[in-house]
């Protein structure tokens, strides 16, 4: 039963993935149309857009080779660059403005022609038959373009209109002045100009800012200095010839910058050459003023030489001394009277030797002859005469050299005391000498490294070798624009979510109940005892022996209520049923009528009209509107004469509500009707009122005390979600234990488990034209 089903509080407040999908999947058709719609529009908008193709070209930039040499801070003279922040800054200078000028002036970019077409036109490269050029802007830099229709008129002229200008000819060949400055147009050799077409002038400077930012530059990782251009266009073969120009113009550019880096470097090459050739100069100059100051030729030399000569003047005057001192002790033994031999062989002057041999012979010989004679032998006495004049002589030559050796000594220590001076002006000299070699020795070694430079910057400039090899020239991938995938991808994609995001903001506006859900989601504990679904108004009502859907539910609503009214009331079987809603236009009466028949298959019923407002039972059953105003009001205390046959069911009976009373909360509240509840239950096995909706009026709250049974409809499609809450409330603020919730002209997708699942019944009718009955299956979905 489904009164029995507990609903838990969470999973009602959670949500329910699967039937919010679902309601998306319930609108597959608009999905489907709308993807449709999208496909089409963007098969016909791949059928006439332009294509765009991609073209590339790749180039590998020259390594400097000469990164480590002494003059890296000339750029080493040469092409090339040395690491990946010069390889990254190649990126700009290859697109750089000087560049992209220039392709475009030698492209002639700044010219279009233009095929018009029916949808759409085609840019003429190569297939133009004309060829133009601008020769001069009035305003270059207020010109942005301009535009103009040619068509021929003959074989030596043209029409030129549009663009602010009236329909001209022209001659080919001759400069045309037009509003933006003067042009010039020829007809291509091998080419006939003989259909209209558009052409297009443009600022120069702007078709270069275009290019900037239609060619990509790239370094592709781990391929050293390669260099990738590309560029996406209409036209692959300008696109080609765009990309090999500014390769073209990129090595130009880098000679360029070679050979001016060059020239200047050979100036200042030059310029120091004139410098340091002075500096020489002067050098050389103080350094021979210095040797002639000092009298120096070869310092080291000199030194030297000045040194050897202390060294053998010390060991001179040494000797000089001991020979002086010899002959000072030969000269004292001469002196006086005395004979005695002289010291020979001493190294003593040659002649001085002879002398002192001889005298030394003639003392021996006089010797030996006093053996033999006396002193007063004139021969001895001559020899005597003789000795003495040769001692003399002897004593004469040895001071004469005595003065020799002194004057010897003396010049001697003259020439060791100049040798010295000379060794102790040397380390000075050599301070000097060395600071002026050095600056000498280092301005020469940078004279000829200038010179060897200047022969290399001469070899650089003659070379004229490009920066960038072109690895790959210019080519075309493919067309990359419109992207056929892409569109299509997006096109179904967008068409799927278009309806989606309208659906989804059609269901966050929608406030409405439409499922049982709905009702759950504001009121988590609330009974829910039937699902009456949708019907044409003509057939609202349950017949006997009918098996439909319709009827079906109610046999589902009254079994549910039996079993609420049998945990409520001490009867068991018996209670009085109150039939409300929110509103008006919820149902509650045409629930109220076929809860009555059903319950009336089976019981006896009793079916009274308790709004009295608003009464609505005569629209289902026929008869003068007598009934419950006109007993509360009048003085009888027997309600039968009050009661009539439904005529829709032998054991359900009916009270009309009565014409409508000025003042029906008085009437309901009155005594005489809580006897007339009392009554009828004794009578009746159930009584159904059909009451005022609770949110306008406050008539049926003065029948909740006399009710079994609270039955609260709420329609589907209808009934507000705010209306919930006020249900809610309306139930606790009264205080209602046995309220429970009829959702009423519920769809089958609206059911709880829609059209997926249901249940099979069988009814039977009768086929007049064949005369025989036959069994007809019906089948339900909720």
């Known amino acids: 039963m489904e009164l029995l089903e507990n609903i838990d509080n969470d999973k009602s407040k959670s949500i329910n993935f699967k039937k919010e999908i679902t309601k998306y999947l319930k609108k597959w058709p608009w999905f489907l149309l709308s993807m449709l719609l999208f496909y089409f529009a963007a098969k016909t908008y791949l059928r006439y857009a332009p294509v765009q193709y991609l073209s590339k070209t790749a180039l590998k930039l020259q390594e400097s080779k000469n990164k480590n040499t002494a003059l890296s801070d000339m750029k080493n003279l040469g092409m090339g660059v040395s690491g990946s922040d010069e390889l990254q800054g190649e990126t700009t200078v290859v697109t750089s403005k000087p560049i992209l000028m220039q392709v475009a002036k030698n492209l002639n970019l700044d010219v279009s022609y233009i095929s018009e077409g029916k949808i759409k036109d085609v840019e003429l490269y190569k297939d133009s038959p004309l060829k133009g050029s601008i020769i001069s802007l009035n305003n270059p830099a207020g010109f942005g373009g301009a535009s103009y229709d040619i068509s021929p008129a003959g074989k030596n002229s043209f029409r030129l209109s549009g663009g602010g200008l009236k329909e001209q000819t022209f001659p080919y060949g001759t400069p045309v002045k037009l509003p933006f400055g003067v042009v010039q147009l020829n007809v ?137 001192e010899l002959l000072n002790s030969v000269i004292g033994t001469t002196g006086g009277n005395s004979d005695q031999l002289l010291p020979s062989g001493m190294g003593l002057p040659a002649g001085a030797e002879g002398n002192i041999t001889r005298y030394n012979d003639m003392v021996l010989t006089r010797n030996r002859v006093l053996k033999q004679a006396t002193g007063a032998n004139p021969a001895v006495i001559e020899m005597n005469r003789d000795i003495s004049a040769l001692k003399n002589l002897i004593r004469k030559n040895l001071i004469e050299s005595r003065e020799t050796l002194l004057l010897q000594v003396g010049q001697l220590q003259g020439q060791l005391n100049a040798d010295k001076a000379t060794i102790n002006r040397y380390p000075t000299q050599e301070k000097i000498f060395r600071d002026i070699e050095r600056q000498r020795t280092l301005k020469e070694q940078l004279y000829l490294y200038l010179l060897q430079k200047r022969e290399e910057n001469a070899i650089t400039l003659a070379v004229t070798a490009p920066k960038a090899k072109v690895v790959n020239p210019a080519f075309t991938t493919g067309a990359v624009k419109p992207n056929r995938k892409q569109i299509m991808t997006g096109a179904l994609a967008a068409g799927f979510l278009l309806p989606g995001l309208f659906f989804f903001v059609l269901f966050s506006l929608d406030t409405k109940v439409h499922r049982r859900d709905d009702i759950l989601q504001y009121i988590p504990d609330a009974m829910i005892i039937a699902e009456i679904p949708v019907i044409d108004e003509n057939n609202a009502i349950v017949h006997p022996n009918d098996f439909s859907v319709f009827a079906e539910s109610f046999r589902i609503l009254s079994s549910n209520l039996k079993f609420l009214i049998k945990s409520k009331t001490e009867s068991g079987n018996k209670g009085v049923i109150l039939v409300t809603s929110s509103i008006k236009g919820e149902g509650k009466t045409t629930v109220s009528i076929n809860l009555a028949l059903t319950l009336a298959s089976k019981a006896k019923v009793i079916l009274m009209g308790a709004d009295i407002r608003n009464p609505q039972l005569h629209r289902f059953i026929a008869g003068k509107n007598f009934g419950l105003t006109d007993f509360l009001m009048s003085e009888d205390s027997d309600p039968s004469k009050y009661v009539r046959p439904s005529g829709l069911a032998n054991n359900l009976d009916i009270m009309f509500s009565g014409p409508i009373a000025p003042n029906p909360n008085d009437l309901l509240d009155m005594q005489k009707f809580d006897h007339l509840i009392t009554e009828l239950r004794n009578r009746y096995d159930y009584v159904v009122l059909d009451t005022a909706p609770v949110m306008l009026v406050s008539d049926t709250r003065h029948l909740l005390d006399n009710s079994d049974a609270v039955l609260y409809v709420v329609r589907s499609d209808y009934s507000e979600r705010e209306m919930m809450e006020f249900a809610d409330d309306f139930r606790k603020t009264n205080k209602i234990k046995n309220l429970a919730y009829i959702l009423n002209n519920v769809t089958p997708e609206n059911t709880r488990y829609g059209k997926k699942y249901g249940y099979g019944y069988y009814a039977y009718g009768t086929d007049e034209e064949m005369g025989v009955k036959r069994k007809k299956r019906k089948r339900s979905y909720f």
């Open 188 to 324: 291509k050799p091998g080419f006939s100009f003989g259909s209209p077409m558009k052409i297009v002038f443009k600022n120069i400077n702007r078709v270069a800012s275009a290019l900037e930012g239609g060619i990509s530059v790239s370094l592709p990782p781990n391929k050293g200095l390669l260099m990738e251009l590309s560029m996406v266009g209409p036209v692959p073969a300008k696109s080609e010839d765009i990309l090999n120009e500014v390769a073209h113009q990129y090595n130009i550019d880098g000679v360029k910058d070679k050979n001016q880096e060059a020239q200047n470097t050979q100036d200042f090459i030059d310029g120091r050459l004139a410098i340091i050739t002075e500096d020489l100069s002067g050098i050389e100059g103080r350094k021979e003023q210095f040797k002639k100051q000092n009298q120096i030729t070869d310092l080291e030399s000199q030194a030297s030489t000045a040194l050897g000569n202390v060294n053998a003047n010390t060991k001179e005057i040494l000797t000089q001394s001991m020979q002086l």
